[in-house]
C-alpha cells in the first residue's frame, strides 16, 4: 500500500486565478496519475505523471490549463490555470506502488472551488 | 474510448437484504478494481480482479469478473448500515496504466 497526502486539502479561489496542489507518496513510486472528480461524479482521469518525463494528458485535457510536474519519485503536483466556475471540482492523485497491473491508492483529494 | 457503466446508479435497500450492483464495460479487458467512497472522503480499494472468472470475497462483499460477458458484479449480503458509501468500479485498458471509472452506484441501508 502507499500513504498519500494532498495539500491544500480545500480552497476557494477567484476566476482567472491559478491553483498549485501538490502530493506527496511515503514510498517510490513510477507513476502518479491526477484525477477530477465534479461533484456528484465519478472519476475522470487527467494525465499520468513519470518522474523525469513529460506528463501524458488525456483527451479533453491540455497541458497549458493543467501543467504537471513530477520532480522526484515521490512528488508530484497539478496546477489548476486561469481557473474559472466550471474548475470546482475534488482533485486527487494517485499511485500504482505495486507495479501494473495493481491497485491504485488514492489520496484524500484537494476540493476547489472557483467563485 | 472505454465506457464502464454500472447499474444501479442509486441503491436503498433494507438491513439484511441482499443485493448486486452490476458493471459492464465496452471493450477487452481482464482487470477490474472495485473502490468504496464515503461521502467527503478519498477512495479505499475493495477488490482486485485480475483474470477470468475471478472470484473475492471480503465480509459481506463478494466481487466477481466475467471478461468474456465484460461484467463484474459486486454482491451484497445481509447489508449493514455501515455499507452505505458510493462504489465505483474501475477497469484497466490492458494496454496502458489508465483506470476507467464506473459511474458510481450510491448505496443507501436503511435500518
Known amino acids: 500500500s502507499a500513504v498519500i497526502s494532498q495539500k491544500p486539502s480545500r480552497d476557494i479561489c477567484q476566476r482567472g486565478t491559478s491553483l498549485t496542489i501538490q502530493c506527496q507518496v511515503d514510498?517510490?513510486?513510477?507513476?502518479m496519475f491526477w484525477y477530477r472528480q465534479q461533484p456528484g461524479q465519478s472519476l475522470t482521469l487527467i494525465a499520468t505523471?513519470?518522474?523525469?518525463?513529460?506528463?501524458?494528458?488525456e483527451s479533453g485535457f491540455v497541458i497549458d490549463k493543467f501543467p504537471i510536474s513530477r520532480p522526484n519519485l515521490t512528488f508530484s503536483t497539478l496546477t489548476v490555470s486561469n481557473m474559472s466556475p466550471e474548475d470546482s471540482s475534488i482533485y486527487l492523485c494517485?499511485?500504482?506502488?505495486?507495479?501494473?497491473?495493481?491497485?491504485?491508492?488514492f489520496g484524500p483529494g484537494t476540493r476547489l472551488t472557483v467563485l | 474510448e472505454l465506457k464502464v457503466e454500472q447499474n444501479p446508479l442509486f441503491l436503498s435497500m433494507q438491513e439484511g437484504k441482499n443485493y448486486t450492483i452490476y458493471c459492464n464495460y465496452s471493450?477487452?479487458?481482464?482487470?477490474l478494481y472495485w473502490y468504496r467512497q464515503d461521502p467527503g472522503k478519498s477512495l479505499e480499494s475493495l477488490f482486485v480482479?485480475?483474470?477470468?472468472?475471478a472470484v473475492k470475497q471480503e465480509g459481506r462483499l463478494m466481487a466477481s469478473l466475467d471478461t468474456k460477458a465484460r461484467l463484474s458484479t459486486l454482491h451484497i449480503t445481509a447489508a449493514v448500515h455501515d455499507l452505505s458509501a458510493t462504489y465505483f468500479c474501475?477497469?484497466?485498458?490492458?494496454?496502458?496504466?489508465?483506470?476507467?471509472f464506473g459511474t458510481g452506484t450510491s448505496l443507501t441501508v436503511i435500518p
Open positions: 494517485s499511485v500504482e506502488p505495486g507495479g501494473h497491473p495493481d491497485t491504485q491508492y
Open positions: 514510498s517510490q513510486v513510477t507513476m
Open positions: 505523471a513519470n518522474q523525469g518525463s513529460e506528463a501524458t494528458y
Open positions: 471493450t477487452t479487458s481482464d482487470r
Open positions: 480482479l485480475l483474470s477470468n472468472g
Open positions: 474501475a477497469v484497466d485498458s490492458n494496454t496502458g496504466n489508465q483506470f476507467y
